[in-house]
């Protein structure tokens, strides 16, 4: 692993202070788990690593609705009672990631940008469009649990649980960088993979770190939770493996408001797909 700096912010200004404009230069973390492995496998090399776990990690109401901090970890996510209640798929999405180990060390912020699981992009051996090369290896390679909607140039498949039902229950993103703070729409955070982005999975600059979900009050009605499609394999698969096998399997979730409208929500894509039927 290449050396880095460590720094251990005791606030949100700190935090936002020690990152920088360049990618990847300097990186917040989390729990580690996507960001440690990474580094490992020589897939990201950051100057510097800072600590973001002393960020907002509680649940306050807010308008009918729930504001959650990003360094919540899963395993609370999934457990909040009115996380439950109101926001049924949240916790749903949250129980589903990883394993206990994993639920007890990754947060909210973590898996929302978490990087994708795709094996050419994790192999050091690959350069990808995602690394800075000009091809990406699926189409002609392994590619059973890549995208199936997109026109490329990479078809990476969304890795985020958390960020299927924040798309569907309309939330919002609290962003903060040197240039202050900006709220965007959950639906509006995830992009697909152009050339001109190819490198990125959302619209967070590399100075700025999400701070907060702001989800909206339920809608009346309350959510009714139908079927998921979500497979995640084998028990006996490694976790990224099964976040890959969960993103490539189509995933819906509906609430009694949305089956008037049909609106779904999908994950077979380089973000979350959003149509209607």
């Not at 350069?127 to 290896?137: D, E, L, M, S, T």
């Not at 969304?158 to 729409?185: I, N, W």
Request: aromatic share 8%; proline share 8%; net charge positive.
């Amino acid at each position: 692993m290449k050396p880095f700096a460590y720094v251990n912010p005791a606030n949100e200004k700190e935090a936002v202070a020690a990152l920088s404009k360049e990618h990847e230069k300097s990186m917040p973390m989390g729990g580690g788990q996507d960001l440690l492995a990474r580094m490992k496998d020589y897939v990201t090399e950051p100057d510097r690593i800072v600590n973001v776990k002393n960020l907002d990690a509680t649940v306050t109401r807010v308008n009918g609705g729930l504001r959650i901090g990003s360094a919540m970890k899963m395993v609370d996510v999934a457990e909040h009672a009115d996380i439950g209640r109101m926001y049924p798929a949240v916790a749903a999405a949250a129980i589903e990631v990883g394993t206990p180990q994993i639920r007890n060390q990754g947060t909210v912020g973590g898996n929302i940008n978490q990087r994708p699981r795709c094996w050419y992009f994790r192999n050091e051996e690959f350069v990808c469009y995602k690394k800075g090369g000009n091809r990406c290896f699926t189409p002609e390679g392994e590619n059973q649990f890549h995208a199936i909607f997109g026109d490329g140039p990479s078809y990476i498949v969304h890795p985020s649980s958390l960020a299927v039902p924040f798309v569907a229950y309309d939330a919002t993103f609290r962003l903060v960088g040197p240039r202050g703070e900006r709220m965007v729409k959950a639906a509006d955070y995830f992009t697909m993979p152009t050339k001109e982005n190819v490198k990125r999975e959302n619209v967070l600059e590399p100075d700025e770190l999400l701070t907060h979900v702001i989800l909206p009050a339920p809608r009346k009605p309350m959510p009714v939770m139908m079927p998921w499609a979500m497979r995640v394999g084998s028990s006996r698969a490694s976790p990224a493996m099964r976040t890959q096998w969960s993103s490539y399997t189509v995933t819906s979730i509906s609430t009694a408001e949305a089956m008037h409208t049909s609106t779904w929500v999908r994950r077979p894509a380089g973000r979350p797909w959003k149509e209607r039927s």
